[in-house]
T-cell receptor, first 116, second 111 residues
Framework: SAVISQKPSRDICQRGTSLTIQCQVDSQVTMMFWYRQQPGQSLTLIAT?????????ESGFVIDKFPISRPNLTFSTLTVSNMSPEDSSIYLC?????????????FGPGTRLTVL | QKEVEQDPGPLSVPEGAIVSLNCTYS??????FMWYRQYSRKGPELLMY????GNKEDGRFTAQVDKSSKYISLFIRDSQPSDSATYLCAMSANQGGKLIFGQGTELSVKP
């Protein structure tokens, strides 16, 4: 298993500003993921971040809006840029550990973002 | 049409009841089926996973997958107030990587 922390746990931001969310894991992991959980909606994958390579973004998400850094095997950041109220959501990071038959994903506690 | 559909509830049951949570999906490539539990203001935690069709039991929880009907279920027996949470189904075509989640069902178990 893994212990995952995120900072900040919550924030209230003004329209047009940017927020960087940090994700720290207590073990070295290859794959880290960033998800968005909008009110009443399912968790949606934003991008996959592997250490040493560019993040891979899902359809509907672009690097200019959600730049991601992955400087080492235990840390990643997601920036929400030029925010609008539609970006109000919970942002979660997750990491994947290989098991005997399945690679389990462990999630952080999430960052609750409100954009005014 | 969403790839994974899940009734968002909310679902309220008395303590001791049997709870049935369900998801349907459209992508026949899905092979791995998961149920996550998410308590308020926490991240999701894996409850159970099943590969392909069949049943899997873990204590009071039973997961069922019917690939022919593209339908999965989670049953909770003897439900407890501590089971009150949002339950999310998730699926993937591969052993790891991208997960596709349902909307989540909010469950409340009343003492």
């Amino acid at each position: 298993s893994a212990v995952i922390s995120q900072k900040p746990s919550r924030d209230i931001c003004q329209r047009g500003t940017s927020l960087t969310i940090q994700c720290q894991v207590d073990s070295q992991v290859t794959m880290m993921f960033w998800y968005r959980q909008q009110p009443g909606q399912s968790l949606t994958l934003i991008a996959t971040a592997n250490q040493g390579s560019e993040a891979t973004y899902e359809s509907g998400f672009v690097i200019d809006k959600f730049p991601i850094s992955r400087p080492n095997l235990t840390f990643s950041t997601l920036t929400v840029s030029n925010m609008s109220p539609e970006d109000s959501s919970i942002y979660l990071c997750s990491v994947e550990f290989g098991g005997p038959s399945y690679n389990e994903q462990f999630f952080g506690p999430g960052t609750r973002l409100t954009v005014l | 049409q969403k790839e994974v559909e899940q009734d968002p509830g909310p679902l309220s049951v008395p303590e001791g009841a049997i709870v049935s949570l369900n998801c349907t999906y459209s992508n026949s490539a899905f092979q791995y089926f998961m149920w996550y539990r998410q308590y308020s203001r926490k991240g999701p935690e894996l409850l159970m996973y099943t590969y392909s069709s069949g049943n899997k039991e873990d204590g009071r929880f039973t997961a069922q997958v019917d690939k022919s009907s593209k339908y999965i279920s989670l049953f909770i027996r003897d439900s407890q107030p501590s089971d009150s949470a949002t339950y999310l189904c998730a699926m993937s075509a591969n052993q790891g990587g991208k997960l596709i989640f349902g909307q989540g069902t909010e469950l409340s178990v009343k003492p």
